[in-house]
């Protein structure tokens, strides 16, 4: 697996059954979406003495579809390229077509991989069953934030 130089203060591995609580710890923290953690399925970036500082995964769903998901990394480790390396592994280890969603906010960022806003009616079943209840979400808070569902290629 090609990873991160140890020079940058990290690098990639496949998670193990170890890492599945710290993997759910992490989610928890960041507040991402805490469904569908299989650690079969992610990729982490640890630090030089094996520390989990974030993660992603592929996640499948039952409609085909596949989706970018569980993207997470330390507050102490952002802008550090701790994200884009995770992406850009995922994206090359799974070509093919991906899904996502993501805070408004985050729309930018998934940009500049690709991902473009996808229209409900263009959406897998799977997204147009979600599309509505993350959207719905926010406004029953009060927040503004909306969440966005976005599609590569």
Known sequence: M???????????????????AMIRRIISEVRINPTGLNWERFILAVD???????????????????E???????????????????????????PGRLYL????????LYQKFG?????????PKYFKRVSGLINLLPRLRHQPDQLLVMKNN
Not at 2 to 20: I, V
Request: proline share 6%; net charge positive; with cysteine.
């Open 2 to 20: 090609e990873t991160p130089s140890p020079s940058q203060g990290y690098t990639l591995r496949k998670a193990s059954a170890t890492d599945a």
């Open 48 to 66: 030089h003495a094996n520390s989990i500082i974030g993660c992603g995964q592929i996640k499948p769903h039952s409609d085909g579809s596949f």
């Open 68 to 94: 970018l998901a569980s993207i997470a990394v330390l507050p102490e480790w952002r802008g550090k390229g701790v994200a884009r390396a995770i992406i850009e592994h995922l994206l090359e280890h799974h």
């Open 101 to 108: 969603t993501c805070r408004a906010q985050l729309g930018p």
């Open 115 to 123: 991902f473009r806003l996808v229209k409900t009616a263009d959406m």
